[in-house]
């Protein structure tokens, strides 16, 4: 069903309407609960559960954002939960030196450029075509799919949510080096699979 932009900026807490929740935003929170968490039933499951708290928490609404901002701030903390959730079953190791060490065989220590052997190769996405944007854009989705699962918490919520580090590492419960170790080495990862699978 196609909403009109405007019927979703008149939405105010007057207007609000339960009813219709599931046709006007169950497509585009469930987007954004896939993009964030690459698992179709998880991301289901999460709508679903953001749907049951605005019923529950529907009185508190102000009007003072539209109806789908309302729902995807809540779709959003529901994901921060699960990220929560995953983290803490992970032990992270003291691995700062191999990060490190890691970086030497990538870059020059001399002047910081790449090493011949890991510079990274044109993708072939040069010129923006929709369509190669759109085949690269499910490729980047598969790669994401093998990232461990602090990895990819980190990194939707830097480079997907915008999350400042502070509050990641404060809701992740990492610390800023480990913070930035696992950021580097996600980059890496994907660049490679990218590179793997695309070129």
């Known amino acids: 069903m196609q909403i009109e932009k405007k019927d979703l900026e008149n939405t105010t807490a007057t207007s609000i309407n339960p ?3 599931v046709s006007r935003h169950a497509d585009y929170l469930y987007s954004y609960a896939l993009s964030r968490l690459n ?3 998880l991301a289901r499951d999460l709508v679903q559960e953001t749907f049951l708290a605005a019923l529950e928490k529907a009185d508190q609404f102000k009007g003072n954002s539209t109806e789908r901002t309302w729902l995807t701030a809540i779709l959003k903390y529901k994901v921060i939960d699960i990220y929560r959730k995953k983290s803490s079953q992970i032990v992270l190791k003291p691995d700062i030196a191999h990060a490190e ?3 030497e065989d990538f870059f020059d220590p001399e002047d910081g450029h790449w090493n011949v052997s890991h510079r990274p190769q044109l993708l072939g996405i040069e010129e923006n075509d929709p369509f190669t944007n759109k085949e690269l854009a499910a490729i980047l989705h598969l790669c994401m799919k093998k990232l461990p699962v602090l990895w990819l918490s980190v990194f939707t919520m830097k480079h997907m949510g915008d999350e400042a580090t502070e509050n990641i590492c404060s809701t992740l419960k990492v610390s800023p080096s480990n913070f ?7 980059k890496l990862n994907l660049r490679a699979c990218l590179q ?3 070129i």
């Open 180 to 186: 930035w170790v696992i950021i580097h080495r996600t």
């Open 101 to 103: 060490k890691e970086q």
């Open 19 to 21: 009813h219709l929740w």
């Open 39 to 41: 698992d179709e039933d």
């Open 196 to 198: 793997k699978n695309w």
